[in-house]
């Protein structure tokens, strides 16, 4: 059943790229953003092997680490970009950009968040954690049960 649903999937350029920008605006916000940023990279390192995307050089990370100088792979796909962490090899081949330009924008897009993480999550064979929710939740209050003396 999966295989099949895999093979009608749409997983074209557009699709993936729409799916990527609401998981990557989603993932800014999360309270565990963990999973959505590692489907981000995972979608990303496949599209680029597919030569669904493109590495179009290097560009000053908007908020650097410890206020050290940061350099973020600027990726293009379809209509949209996006960026992650550089390799040595990106590097050394890459262009740097210089800083960000704040005029190029993202079209705007209406994806559910959750179809969204399915076609990524179709597309790289990624499966989210189980989350154990009983950690972070308090117990119940119970009621004490208070029981003469005597009895």
Known sequence: MESAR??????????????????????????????????????????LEEGKAKKIGLHFSRNPRYSQQQLDVLISCGNYYFHIPPTKDDIQNLENLGHLDDHVRNPKTVFPLKEAKRVLQLYTGLKQPKQTNRSHRKPRY??????????
């Open 6 to 47: 895999k093979a009608s999937q749409d997983f074209s350029v557009n699709t993936l790229a729409k799916a990527l920008f609401i998981v990557n605006r989603h993932a800014k916000t999360a309270t565990d953003s963990k999973f959505l940023y590692s489907l981000k990279h995972a979608a990303i390192q496949k599209m």
């Open 142 to 151: 119970q009621k004490p049960v208070f029981k003469r003396l005597g009895e």
